[in-house]
């Protein structure tokens, strides 16, 4: 089972940056794919970025030009660079990982952007 721990949330005024980490608890090398998710209050919780072991990426159209999602094989993590914030950012973020036909999520870390 894997585990997974996000990290770098916290408050930011619109236009700043922020950069999410998720930390596995075992190797992400065999991972195909890992995203990370986003849910604001009273939303269904929607797709931001994935990135599957070949590096490929997929991104939200709200959020295509300002984040990036990243992976290191080596560190067993996933990180998501968000610049250029927005207020309509603001949510709970969550890392996931594809393993096998099962799906594992972090418990999530809260992002807030200011206006």
């Known amino acids: 089972q894997v585990q997974l721990v996000e990290s770098g949330g916290g408050l930011v005024q619109a236009g700043g940056s922020l950069r999410l980490s998720c930390a596995a608890s075992?190797?992400?090398?065999?991972?195909?794919?890992m995203g990370w998710y986003r849910q604001a209050p009273g939303k269904q919780r929607e797709l931001v970025a994935v990135?599957?072991?070949?590096?490929?990426?997929n991104y939200a159209d709200s959020v295509k030009g300002r984040f990036t999602i990243s992976r290191d094989n080596a560190k067993n993590a996933v990180y998501l660079q968000m610049n250029s914030l927005k207020p309509e950012d603001t949510a709970v973020y969550y890392c996931?990982?594809?393993?096998?036909?099962?799906?594992?999520w972090g418990q999530g870390t809260q992002v807030t952007v200011s206006s």
């Open positions: 996931n990982a594809l393993v096998m036909t099962t799906l594992y």
């Open positions: 075992e190797s992400i090398f065999s991972i195909s794919v």
């Open positions: 990135i599957v072991s070949g590096g490929n990426t």
